[in-house]
């Protein structure tokens, strides 16, 4: 005959649930001994405070010496006095000041008699406009569109002869276009001599080159000398070795 088992006194039956138990156990002991810290006594110190009686700061009392009160004000009484009016005052009369036909005219002065005066103005009339173009010395004979030609072909020999390349500017390689504004005046000089270019080097040679420029007749407008203003580019340009 086969003998048959007790369920409730088998061993094995729960062993699942009791090692999963035993394991939850396992684990949360090794995580305590893992945070478990230790202190090194002689690193403590463990002081008493002991308070027998509390300090009280005494404030010192600053007096303070205001000034006095001011004292009240003073009635002031006054005394009229009533004075008999023994002078005679003269009442001023203001007159009108308008026109009547009882008053006098000026005589009309004649417009032959007023004398005007001539005013200088220091005009400038531009070279594309001006009646009659400042003359370079070479350029007196012919018509004006021959001396207007005549005074531009004869700025650029003036620039080309006088021309010469500065040495500092030869040496730092600088290159560029300077354009140069000049006046005329009423005498024929060269005034009021401004430049713009790439270098301050090369603005004081084409400066150099325009105060060469020979007097000249000075430019006319309604047949009285103008100053006239002028402009001439001057380039700069190294050459290729």
Same mark, same amino acid.
């Given at each position: 005959?086969?003998?048959?088992?007790?369920?409730?006194?088998?061993?094995?039956?729960?062993?699942?649930?009791?090692?999963?138990?035993?394991?939850?156990?396992?684990?949360?002991?090794?995580?305590?001994?893992?945070?478990?810290?230790?202190?090194?006594?002689?690193?403590?110190?463990?002081?008493?405070?002991?308070?027998?009686?509390?300090?009280?700061?005494?404030?010192?009392?600053?007096?303070?010496?205001?000034?006095?009160?001011?004292?009240?004000?003073?009635?002031?009484?006054?005394?009229?006095?009533?004075?008999?009016?023994? =002078?005679?005052?003269?009442?001023?009369?203001?007159? &009108?000041?308008? !026109?009547?036909?009882? *008053? $006098? @005219?000026?005589?009309?002065? /004649?417009?032959?008699?007023?004398?005007?005066?001539?005013?200088?103005?220091?005009?400038?009339?531009?070279?594309?406009?001006?009646?009659?173009?400042?003359?370079?010395?070479?350029?007196?004979?012919?018509?004006?569109?021959?001396?207007?030609?005549?005074?531009?072909?004869?700025?650029?020999?003036?620039?080309?002869?006088?021309?010469?390349?500065?040495?500092?500017?030869?040496?730092?390689?600088?290159?560029?276009?300077?354009?140069?504004?000049? =006046?005329?005046?009423?005498?024929?000089?060269?005034? &009021?001599?401004? !430049?713009?270019?790439? *270098? $301050? @080097?090369?603005?004081?040679? /084409?400066?150099?080159?325009?105060?060469?420029?020979?007097?000249?007749?000075?430019?006319?407008?309604?047949?009285?000398?103008?100053?006239?203003?002028?402009?001439?580019?001057?380039?700069?340009?190294?050459?290729?070795?």
């Amino acid at each position: 005959m086969k003998s048959k088992k007790n369920p409730q006194v088998e061993i094995g039956r729960n062993s699942s649930l009791y090692f999963a138990i035993g394991l939850n156990i396992m684990l949360f002991a090794s995580w305590q001994l893992l945070e478990y810290k230790t202190y090194d006594k002689k690193d403590v110190a463990i002081d008493i405070l002991n308070m027998d009686e509390e300090f009280e700061e005494e404030i010192p009392i600053v007096n303070i010496n205001t000034p006095p009160p001011p004292p009240p004000p003073i009635a002031i009484q006054e005394s009229i006095k009533i004075v008999e009016d023994v =002078v005679e005052i003269e009442e001023t009369i203001i007159e &009108s000041t308008e !026109s009547n036909q009882n *008053d $006098k @005219i000026a005589p009309v002065i /004649a417009v032959a008699d007023v004398s005007v005066e001539e005013v200088d103005e220091d005009v400038e009339v531009p070279f594309s406009v001006i009646e009659d173009v400042p003359v370079f010395p070479g350029c007196e004979n012919g018509s004006k569109t021959e001396k207007r030609n005549c005074f531009q072909l004869k700025m650029e020999e003036h620039v080309a002869k006088n021309f010469k390349y500065p040495e500092p500017a030869l040496d730092l390689g600088i290159q560029g276009k300077v354009f140069i504004i000049f =006046v005329i005046d009423q005498d024929g000089f060269v005034s &009021s001599i401004r !430049s713009r270019g790439p *270098d $301050k @080097i090369l603005e004081q040679e /084409a400066e150099r080159i325009i105060k060469l420029l020979p007097k000249m007749i000075p430019g006319k407008q309604r047949g009285k000398p103008v100053k006239v203003p002028y402009s001439v580019p001057i380039v700069f340009r190294l050459m290729a070795s």
